[in-house]
């Protein structure tokens, strides 16, 4: 009876004073109503449930139940530990760990090797994961799989002759992917072989023109390989055109530049500026005897695939391997290269070229 | 007793035996033990039932601690939870359905004041005719002294639910004592 409080007229906190006194102890639930004899209703009801219920409040655990209880509750809390321990090992963590680091690691190798080119330090495990993908793939995935090999040796070769490098060697496997390519298509679906001979013309196409192209730049002699390409081009033609629904190969038009080498490796300070092309279109309507007078006969085996040796003219054997030293682009050359991503010639669209201007030298861009 | 006078410490106790401190939650444990207890004697009227009820609520608590998240509330609102989950349980597993009202008398184990025995006993009778959330809102309000918004934070409900639920149960108490 400390506070001699007027009650408040919200039921609820009146309520609420009055017990808060009740439990301080300084007021009791009788005490209250005798004090408030104009409280009715809910409130008076209330506080006579608070008062009759004055003794439960006393109530308490009897302190022989009180104290079994704590000590069964320390027994438990000491058994926790050893269990958890017990149920995850200590040297989980670890390997997990180590576990996630090789995966990191390796997954980090195989991205950086993507990049890597002969003679780099990852250039053998991206050649190895080329390799177990061409094992375990069948079927049109083999072929695609044949195909991106290809495209990426050609890759591999503008790079390395950006930097003055001319690997005739990477021209030789590019045509072995192809042809391989072009073997393995024979097993396909119709719909699918004509698929996949469109791409094999459109890639070995732009091989062929990266051929002449790198020729002249860096005086290198790779006219044997242009020509075998060449021959490659035109075994695929005609293994398209023998298909048996001609009128749906022949409307698609094969697009070289469909999966551009160009695009991967080139440089904004390119020096290069493709000159030459060589065109996309079926080169025979176009029997072996019309080939034009660049290709004479004796170079490479048009047709007939990758028979063809790296050095011109019947002249003794040089090295595959052709490696010039670098030399500064020639003057007026030094626009940046936009290139190989647009098509490589103007009468690409047409899909169509007349006879005798296959893999004849003509002006594709103007500087 | 009033008992939501909010610790500052008691989150401090908490996540220490949640990070396996066993002194922490015996600290715990000697605070909320009797007000745990209370609550469920006036529930099950039975001095044994109403230890081992107890002992329950303190076993699971610590076998679900590492479960409790500290959402504001006080560490007992979750202890009253655990405590009602197991008196419901009790009476699922244990109470006769039929229960003569006139033989309800709570087993008290102390000695009430003489004036408090003719009250006691009608409220015991009366109590057991309210439904379980009325009768964990009289205790929580009457005995326990919690405010409207303590026992919305214990129970889970809305104030506005918990004010209903007190005045159906004052009514009701109201019809019982006055028969």
């Given at each position: 009876m400390a506070t001699q409080r007027p009650p408040e007229t919200d039921f609820e906190r009146m309520l609420d004073y009055f017990m808060t006194e009740i439990q301080a102890g300084r007021l009791t639930a009788d005490g209250c109503l005798a004090m408030y004899p104009q409280l009715t209703g809910e409130l008076r009801l209330s506080l006579a449930v608070a008062g009759s219920l004055a003794a439960a409040r006393q109530a308490a655990v009897r302190p022989a139940a009180r104290d079994a209880l704590e000590e069964r509750l320390r027994a438990r809390m000491a058994e926790r530990p050893a269990r958890r321990r017990a149920r995850r090992p200590a040297w989980l963590p670890i390997a997990a760990a180590t576990l996630l680091a090789i995966v990191v690691l390796g997954v980090g190798v195989a991205t950086a090797s993507a990049s890597s080119l002969p003679g780099d330090l990852l250039y053998p495990v991206k050649r190895w994961g080329e390799s177990v993908l061409l094992q375990l793939a069948t079927g049109p995935g083999r072929v695609g799989a044949l195909l991106d090999s290809a495209q990426r040796r050609l890759e591999e070769f503008e790079a390395l002759s950006d930097r003055g490098v001319v690997d005739v060697m990477l021209l030789e496997e590019f045509a072995a992917h192809a042809q391989d390519a072009t073997a393995a298509s024979e097993a396909l679906r119709d719909d699918q072989r004509a698929e996949a001979l469109h791409r094999v013309v459109a890639l070995v196409t732009l091989g062929q023109q990266t051929a002449l192209d790198t020729a002249d730049e860096a005086g290198a002699d790779l006219s044997g390989a242009a020509d075998a390409l060449s021959g490659l081009r035109a075994s695929a033609w005609r293994k398209l055109l023998s298909s048996p629904a001609p009128e749906s190969t022949r409307t698609q038009t094969p697009h070289?530049?469909?999966?551009?080498t160009r695009t991967a490796t080139s440089t904004p300070t390119s020096s290069r500026t493709p000159r030459r092309t060589a065109t996309?279109?079926?080169?025979?309507?176009?029997?072996?005897?019309?080939?034009?007078?660049?290709?004479?006969?004796?170079r490479g085996t048009p047709g007939a695939g990758l028979t063809w040796t790296p050095s011109g003219r019947g002249t003794p054997p040089v090295p595959q391997i052709v490696t010039p030293t670098p030399r500064p682009p020639p003057p007026g050359q030094g626009t940046p290269g936009r290139g190989?991503?647009?098509?490589?010639?103007?009468?690409?669209?047409?899909g169509v070229t007349p006879p005798g201007q296959e893999s004849k030298p003509t002006k594709s861009k103007t500087p | 007793m009033a008992n939501f006078v909010h610790d500052r410490d008691e989150g401090d106790l908490v996540r220490r035996a949640q990070q396996g401190d066993a002194d922490a939650f015996t600290e715990l444990y000697r605070r909320h033990v009797d007000q745990i207890y209370r609550f469920v004697l006036l529930r099950v009227g039975d001095e044994a039932a109403a230890e081992d009820l107890t002992s329950e609520v303190f076993v699971r608590a610590l076998e679900s601690l590492h479960a409790y998240e500290d959402r504001g509330a006080p560490f007992a609102a979750w202890l009253y939870r655990i405590a009602n989950a197991r008196v419901v349980d009790h009476w699922r597993r244990s109470r006769p359905i039929d229960v003569s009202l006139d033989s309800g008398e709570i087993d008290l184990p102390f000695e009430p004041a003489a004036r408090d025995v003719f009250a006691l006993k009608i409220l015991s009778e009366s109590l057991r005719s309210l439904t379980a959330e009325q009768q964990e809102v009289i205790i929580l309000k009457f005995v326990e002294g919690f405010s409207t918004a303590e026992i919305s934070q214990i129970t889970g409900r809305s104030e506005g639910a918990v004010k209903a639920l007190q005045r159906r149960a004052l009514a009701s108490l109201a019809r019982h004592m006055d028969s």
């Open positions: 070289p530049t469909r999966r551009s996309p279109g079926p080169p025979d309507w176009v029997t072996p005897s019309d080939r034009p007078p660049s290709t004479p006969p004796g190989r991503t647009s098509t490589p010639s103007g009468q690409g669209d047409s | -």
